[in-house]
């Protein structure tokens, strides 16, 4: 006989998705951190945590070219640390960002779990939120992806973490 079908749009990438909560848009000073094992460094942007939609929020990702960076953006300007070493694929590191709005400074920092045979990344850097920032409104806090703000059939995160993420805090 006739089975019925239905459209099941189907997204690649996995995520932890945290709904928003009134808490996340009124944070003044927070820190994020994990262990990180990058399985893909240095070809495309990969986000680690997030609370980012439509180009406003913070991210804690990996850069196009391996760094470790956070970015804060709020009313089209945005803020961003660096980190002076690019991270190894297939190499443990802990990674942490911290945001201060109350100093207007956010810092990050990596330290490798093994510092041997020329392997050390580790590092940090600090720099100035230079405006107010304002947290978005409705924005998931997710782990190994961004929202894209996008409707469903579209998918709803974008630059997946390609790795491990282990005992985030």
Do not use: M
């Not at 990180?36 to 929020?57: C, D, F, H, M, N």
């Not at 070493?85 to 990674?95: I, S, T």
């Amino acid at each position: 006989g006739e089975v019925a079908l239905a459209f099941q749009p189907i997204h690649p990438g996995s995520c932890v998705r945290i709904e928003d909560r009134a808490a996340f848009s009124q944070l003044q000073d927070f820190a994020f951190g994990c262990w990180l094992y990058p399985t893909l460094v240095g070809e495309t942007a990969q986000t680690i945590a997030s609370r980012w939609v439509g180009g406003e929020g913070w991210k804690l990702e990996l850069d196009a070219e391996g760094f470790l960076q956070c970015v804060v953006a709020s009313s089209g300007r945005s803020f961003s640390a660096r980190a002076d070493k690019p991270v190894l694929a297939r190499e443990w590191v802990f990674v942490t960002a911290s945001v201060s709005l109350s100093t207007g400074r956010i810092a990050l920092h990596q330290s490798s779990l093994v510092r041997s045979g020329g392997r050390d990344r580790s590092g940090g850097a600090e720099a100035e939120i230079g405006a107010a920032i304002a947290w978005p409104e409705e924005a998931p806090l997710l782990l190994a992806a961004e929202a894209t703000g996008a409707p469903l059939p579209a998918s709803p995160t974008t630059r997946h973490f390609n790795g491990k993420i282990d005992r985030p805090r």
